[in-house]
């Protein structure tokens, strides 16, 4: 998985298991390891996958189905990619690092249901790929993680459902509530449009080399559309300075002017003083429509 630093103790002990002479290891990422004579990158963070019971954890909780086209970001050894392969139509796998392609190559060449992308997963025309995803099942770099969570959620409205290995704090930020520290804008852009939910913790141990942080798997069922830019700016603007009041914050962004958002919070029976973190997704929603609709009214600003 890209995105991760090393922690060198576990690195050495791993490394130990891939890197000695003998018959090259049963276990697929380990195998590949050696055999393509792979060294993870540390400028890219590169954390691979090791544990093959997590396979099966990520794909009882993906549900996955034998209509499924599965979009998987981040193929890495392409352990996770032929387990996906070998349980939907089809598999479409995006990797930044060409080096692994002859890992890959080993782990999808008896698949005729997989495609690979050699490609920056934030830059990759996703309304492009045929079959349309469905479902986004990934071991995501962490260093794109909420990112191209995100992203799919917007460009891709044929995914119904994500799950995703993540940093454990960026899969609880996700899934935060108002009023939470870790509460903010991606949580309100992935709530918006989805529910959300922490599904289990994954522990550092499963990785080689072995980061010095612990992960979770991250589950997203859509519910409705990604906001509009529009709505996406003003959340972003509501938590821009979030010691200050929504109010001040969203003026100071350059969204919206503060008394017309105060007008609009008092409208709807919130404090005018009220900060971003305090009001869940739905409550900023509205207030986003109570105010565009106060504009287009050309109703006065409060205190004019």
Known sequence: MNGRRERESGATEAGAAVGGPGELPTQPSLRRLRAFGVRPKRDLGQNFLIDSNILDVIARAAELGADDVVLEIGGGLGVLSEHLAARAAHVHVVELDRSLEPALRDALDGFDNASLHFADAMALDLAALRPAPTKVVANLPYGIAAGAI???????????????????EVGERLAAPAGTSAYGVPSVLAQLACDVRVVRGISRQVFFPVPNVDSVLVGLERRGVAPPPALRAFVQG???HRRKALARSLALAGVASRDDVRAALEALGEPADVRAERLAPARLRELWETVRQARATGEPEAGA
Do not use: D, G, H
């Open 238 to 240: 509501a938590f821009a």
């Open 150 to 168: 995100l992203r799919t959620v917007e460009e891709l409205p044929s995914v119904t459902s994500w799950v995703a290995m993540v940093q454990k």
